[in-house]
T-cell receptor
Framework: AQSVTQPDIHITVSEGASLELRCNYSYGATPYLFWYVQSPGQGLQLLLKYFSGDTLVQGIKGFEAEFKRSQSSFNLRKPSVHWSDAAEYFCAVGAWNAGNMLTFGGGTRLMVKP | DAMVIQNPRYQVTQFGKPVTLSCSQTLNHNVMYWYQQKSSQAPKLLFHYYDKDFNNEADTPDNFQSRRPNTSFCFLDIRSPGLGDAAMYLC????????????FGSGTRLTVV
């Protein structure tokens, strides 16, 4: 079965600083990979996804993520964080052999200092 | 815009009083999911419908039921809510299974008093 680990439960960065949120997955084949963002009291919004092809994917709100097969990672990055980016971020992996379910990581809460 | 809509956004119910949460979608996706999310935790899958086929997670309490009368609507019924059922409930949809991602609704925040 696939699994997803987000090693950082909380991250605090200053506004304007760069951001990297870590995501590691375990799966026997190339998975489908996702990053979702959740603002307080809201549902999950898709930031970006990777299915195949170029390993650097661009998403909404200036986010990007890079799939590194050798490291089983799919880290989310943003060059300059805005206060409105403060939210919970979830990495997820999809696999056809798991009843087509998405498996979520535990989430990383991002706080932005002024 | 095609979307997933959950009603109500906030629901307050009394301990032990049945409550129903609703979800509708205009995406024509054949799979619909219900997740429970407690504070500062990842969403936890309760069950899903693949077309009309109901799939219950093994650890979903019997207190939780679901109905899908047609492709567009899905309901979550909590027969006797307890204080521990207070949570955000998220509905999601996907086409032909979730491996390619889900579309989520905005959620319903359930409070049990």
């Amino acid at each position: 079965a696939q699994s997803v680990t987000q090693p950082d439960i909380h991250i605090t960065v200053s506004e304007g600083a760069s951001l990297e949120l870590r995501c590691n997955y375990s799966y026997g084949a190339t998975p489908y990979l996702f990053w979702y963002v959740q603002s307080p009291g809201q549902g999950l919004q898709l930031l970006l996804k990777y299915f195949s092809g170029d390993t650097l994917v661009q998403g909404i709100k200036g986010f990007e993520a890079e799939f590194k097969r050798s490291q089983s990672s799919f880290n989310l990055r943003k060059p300059s964080v805005h206060w409105s980016d403060a939210a919970e971020y979830f990495c997820a992996v999809g696999a056809w052999n798991a009843g087509n379910m998405l498996t979520f990581g535990g989430g990383t809460r991002l706080m932005v200092k002024p | 815009d095609a979307m997933v809509i959950q009603n109500p956004r906030y629901q307050v119910t009394q301990f032990g009083k049945p409550v129903t949460l609703s979800c509708s979608q205009t995406l024509n996706h054949n799979v619909m999911y219900w997740y429970q999310q407690k504070s500062s935790q990842a969403p936890k899958l309760l069950f899903h419908y693949y077309d009309k086929d109901f799939n219950n997670e093994a650890d979903t309490p019997d207190n939780f039921q679901s109905r899908r009368p047609n492709t567009s609507f899905c309901f979550l019924d909590i027969r006797s809510p307890g204080l521990g059922d207070a949570a955000m409930y998220l509905c999601a949809t996907s086409r032909e299974g979730g491996a390619r991602g889900y579309t989520f609704g905005s959620g319903t925040r359930l409070t049990v008093v």
